[in-house]
């Protein structure tokens, strides 16, 4: 897949808001003790990895790490 450098600008951003994102749902799901929430923010924070892995694959960064 060919992608603009403007479109890798884009994707980079939506990495590390995804990486925030999945970060922040792995630290409240540690908190969360009302099991129907907890169900819902373990789904959040899969669907936020996954999120993750989709944009790392699309910048072809399979590292896991910050850009």
Not at 25 to 32: D, E, I, K
């Amino acid at each position: 897949m060919h992608l603009t450098e403007m479109e890798k600008l884009h994707a980079r951003e939506l990495l590390r808001t995804e990486q925030l994102c999945a970060k922040k749902a792995g630290l409240y799901l540690n908190q969360v003790q009302d099991p129907n929430l907890r169900d819902f923010v373990s789904q959040f924070a899969q669907k936020s990895q996954q999120h993750v892995q989709a944009l790392q694959s699309i910048l072809g960064s399979g590292s896991g790490g910050m850009m």
